[in-house]
T-cell receptor
Framework: DGGITQSPKYLFRKEGQNVTLSCEQN?????MYWYRQDPGQGLRLIYY???????QKGDIAEGYSVSREKKESFPLTVTSAQKNPTAFYLC??????????????FGEGSRLTVL | GQNIDQPTEMTATEGAIVQINCTYQ??????LFWYQQHAGEAPTFLSY??LDGLEEKGRFSSFLSRSKGYSYLLLKELQMKDSASYLC??????????WGAGTKLIIKP
């Protein structure tokens, strides 16, 4: 079945450690996104990529990094520079607008807790 | 600035009808989306409106008025499994999604 797979589902990190969240899709979508979700707030865009080897900062990119070496994969690294990393992280993909409605397909999410 | 407003929480009764409103102010408009998100899970796509009017899909309908910057999601014949958060999102002129904070819908028997 086609879809998006995020791992790990739950992750605990000590302060000062970098962690990498995995996101893989087999939908053949060009665009991939990372969002952060906090209670009482809308989804906030961290980074997005519309094509392999290219990515753009979203609204809250500070303290995060990404790579897009393959179309299927868009890993997110939460660095020690991110001051408040405890959150629910969602990866998504879509066909680029103009080819479809731009509907997003989400992974199951990764819940990161900093101890 | 860009802004999406929707009520924080609503309560409805099983079998009834509920309307969840969303108002928006964005830089351009390329469509409005509604997503459903159960607690601790990923959002799933419900509807997309780009032209004014009502789009019906089974028990769920979505309405758009671009001149008023307004949309609503109408849920009929409510079931307990409809208890979830409903997220409104608008695609702006740069094809970026601006998200509302979501409306938590509580269904009571």
């Amino acid at each position: 079945d086609g879809g998006i797979t995020q791992s790990p589902k739950y992750l605990f990190r000590k302060e000062g450690q970098n962690v990498t969240l995995s996101c893989e899709q087999n939908l053949n979508h060009d665009a991939m996104y990372w969002y952060r979700q906090d209670p009482g707030q809308g989804l906030r865009l961290i980074y997005y990529s519309q094509i392999v080897n290219d990515f753009q900062k979203g609204d809250i990119a500070e303290g995060y990094s990404v790579s897009r070496e393959k179309k299927e994969s868009f890993p997110l690294t939460v660095t020690s520079a991110q001051k408040n990393p405890t959150a629910f992280y969602l990866c998504a993909s879509s066909n680029n607008p103009g080819h479809s409605t731009g509907e997003l397909f989400f992974g199951e999410g990764s819940r990161l807790t900093v101890l | 600035g860009q802004n999406i407003d929707q009520p924080t929480e609503m309560t409805a009764t099983e079998g009834a009808i509920v309307q969840i409103n969303c108002t928006y102010q964005t830089s351009g408009f390329n469509g409005l989306f509604w997503y459903q998100q159960h607690a601790g899970e990923a959002p799933t796509f419900l509807s997309y409106n780009v032209l004014d009017g009502l789009e019906e899909k089974g028990r769920f309908s979505s309405f758009l008025s671009r001149s008023k910057g307004y949309s609503y999601l109408l849920l009929k014949e409510l079931q307990m499994k409809d208890s979830a958060s409903y997220l409104c999102a608008v695609m702006d002129s740069n094809y970026q999604l601006i998200w509302g904070a979501g409306t938590k819908l509580i269904i009571k028997p």
